[in-house]
């Protein structure tokens, strides 16, 4: 069975871009999540969504922004980019989502590593 | 948990010896609790999770302890081996939130051989 899948792996953009991520989740898993990995504020919660709805959302700007489609695929959006966007952006999905989870077993992606100069 | 900055905490410990990796957490609304490996260059791995109404739950060498009265898990490996050099998170879920996660600083294990 494949894992999660990001891609781009890796991306270099420069500040006032924006850039665009793709999550492919386990086959069957309909939640999506995502998070901002950074070494000054560690593992933060983005959003996260099931069925093609945002059911949960982190502290962070408007500039960042997802979506889901049908087929449990899922991209997340960041405009305007600042140097602070720079991060490891992680996928994860889980088998059932929302208020239906029962387990802390989520699965991630390898990640996309976002580098904004 | 909180956030350590860019300093991570850090444990040595030799091979096959126990480790053990502590996580203080905050919501005591937390329905699960969870600990993940990451590796370098990839995303974490699940490990072992423990329910909120439970305070012990062995794995495969590994068995997490839950204190709720200090708010305090913790992780312990046993015969810890080279493949166990990592970064180790502590997270915690609420059932009524979702699949959000809330992770803490997370600990380097370092195994000399």
């Known amino acids: 069975k494949a894992g999660v899948t990001q891609t781009p792996r890796y991306l270099i953009k420069t500040r006032g871009q924006q850039v665009t991520l793709s999550c492919s989740p386990i086959?069957?898993?309909?939640?999506v999540s995502w998070y901002q990995q950074t070494p000054g504020q560690g593992l933060q919660f983005l959003f996260e969504?099931?069925?093609?709805?945002?059911?949960n959302k982190g502290n962070f700007p408007g500039r960042f922004s997802g979506r889901q489609f049908s087929n449990s695929r899922s991209e997340m959006n960041v405009s305007t980019l600042e140097l602070g966007d720079s991060a490891l952006y992680l996928c994860?999905?889980?088998?059932?989502?929302?208020?239906?989870?029962?387990?802390?077993?989520?699965?991630f992606g390898e990640g996309s590593r976002l580098t904004v100069l | 948990g909180e956030s350590v900055g860019l300093h991570l905490p850090t444990l040595s410990v030799q091979e096959g010896d126990n480790s053990i990796i502590n996580c203080a957490y905050s919501?005591?609304?937390?329905?699960?609790f969870i600990w993940y490996k990451q590796e370098s260059g990839k995303g974490p791995q699940f490990i072992i999770d423990?329910?909120?109404?439970?305070d012990k739950r062995q794995g495969q060498r590994v068995t997490v302890l839950l204190n709720k009265t200090v708010k305090h898990l913790s992780l312990q490996i046993a015969a810890t081996q080279p493949g166990d050099s990592a970064v180790y998170f502590c997270?915690?879920?609420?059932?009524?939130?979702?699949?959000?996660?809330?992770f803490g600083g997370g600990t380097r294990v370092l195994v000399k051989p």
């Open positions: 423990i329910r909120s109404n439970m």
């Open positions: 997270a915690d879920l609420t059932k009524a939130a979702g699949n959000k996660l809330t």
């Open positions: 969504y099931f069925s093609e709805t945002q059911r």
């Open positions: 086959s069957g898993h309909r939640s």
């Open positions: 994860a999905s889980s088998f059932v989502g929302g208020g239906q989870s029962n387990t802390g077993e989520l699965f």
């Open positions: 919501n005591s609304a937390s329905d699960y």
